[in-house]
């Protein structure tokens, strides 16, 4: 089992910053790959950035792609989402997810454990 807990979410303008937390507990963190997704209202879940377990493979969303930046810190068992200039459109619930695989994968279903999620608002 895996304890993902999110946190780090809230309101900012748009061109803003906000870190958001992910912390495992419950596993060697340090062999899980990890992902954050977001959903927005009415929309499916979506892939934002995940990286794997060695820290060798880092994947983005094209529409995060220079913006966002995932980093992890396997002594604090916690990942990391940097997010820049942010806009109105990245509005959504963010979550955090563990692949037991380790890759990082950029597929929701690769992953097995999931966070409560955050919520992020960008005003206009």
């Known amino acids: 089992q895996v304890q993902l807990v999110e946190s780090g979410g809230g309101l900012v303008q748009a061109g803003g910053s906000l870190r958001l937390s992910c912390t495992a507990s419950?596993?060697?963190?340090?062999?899980?790959?990890m992902g954050w997704f977001r959903q927005a209202p009415g929309k499916e879940r979506s892939f934002v950035a995940a990286r794997s377990w060695t820290g060798g493979s880092t994947n983005y969303a094209d529409s995060v792609k220079g913006r966002f930046t995932i980093s992890r810190d396997n002594a604090k068992n916690t990942v990391y989402l940097q997010m820049n200039s942010l806009k109105p459109e990245d509005t959504a619930v963010y979550y955090c997810?563990?692949?037991?695989?380790?890759?990082?994968?950029?597929?929701?279903?690769?992953?097995?454990?999931w966070g409560q999620g955050t919520q992020v608002t960008v005003s206009s």
């Open positions: 419950g596993r060697t963190f340090s062999r899980l790959g």
């Open positions: 997810a563990a692949d037991t695989g380790g890759r990082g994968s950029m597929t929701r279903m690769a992953y097995d454990y």
